[in-house]
């Protein structure tokens, strides 16, 4: 049965953040999706820069799997795409929402000033059947969005770059413990990397516990260290 927040959007406003673009207000959880320090450079920092294009440079690859942890607006998404479909690098992206948000909602995000036109179009036509099938954007890039929760999530594909993009944890606690991360990062290969926009002790133990050499690299805008991780053979 499809989530009754997929088709209630009262609780969702666009909010303009510090570098101009925009993200959303959830008033359920009480959180913006991005950083309001600055949406698009915080996607770009700590997701496209700190995580797929450190994994790219270190194994020297021209294709790349990734598992996003919390897929919302697809704004980690689209600047990935965007990456790969203008370096010619095979793209196969997964991401986990429990509560995926209606096309129109998305469509007022603003975030086709920052994709080229193409890409947006056909994100924005292909999104819903993303969410019961895999579907290519490019001659690069296949999305599939699984619309349940990180507990019901299977597959049997293992990924090279995981995006934990999940709330808070002050907003959304079960998101972030060991078992909760336990739960995605099993999907990751050996020498796959693990990138968040939060560090906290609690993070770094657990990903330890998990088999994993931890990183403190500087944070997006607004934060001083953010937590990259490699998972350990």
Known sequence: MENDLTHNTNHLSVVKTADGS??????????HYHSKHGALQ???????????????????KKEVSVLEVGFGTGLNFLITAQYCTGNQVQLHYTGIEANP??????????????????????????????????????DYCKLEVAACELSAFHTIHKYDVLYFDAF??????????????????????????????????NLKRAMKSLNFSIEKAPGAPGKREMLRAVKNG
Not at 42 to 60: D, I, N, T
Not at 117 to 126: T, V
Not at 170 to 190: D, G, I, N, S
Request: aromatic share 12%; charged share 20%.
């Open 42 to 60: 915080e996607s770009r920092h700590v997701f496209l820069e700190s995580g797929l294009k450190f994994f790219l440079e270190k194994e020297k």
């Open 101 to 138: 948000l209606k096309q129109e909602i998305l469509s007022e995000t603003g975030y086709d000033d920052y994709i080229p036109a193409e890409l947006w179009s056909c994100f924005n036509a292909l999104y819903p059947a993303s969410l019961s099938e895999i579907i290519s954007l490019t």
């Open 22 to 31: 925009n993200t959303l207000f959830n008033t359920l959880v009480g959180e």
């Open 168 to 201: 808070a944890a002050v907003h959304q606690p079960e998101m972030w413990t060991t078992a909760a991360l336990e739960a995605c990062t099993r999907y990751l290969k050996p020498g796959g990397v693990f990138v968040t926009y939060a560090i906290t002790g």
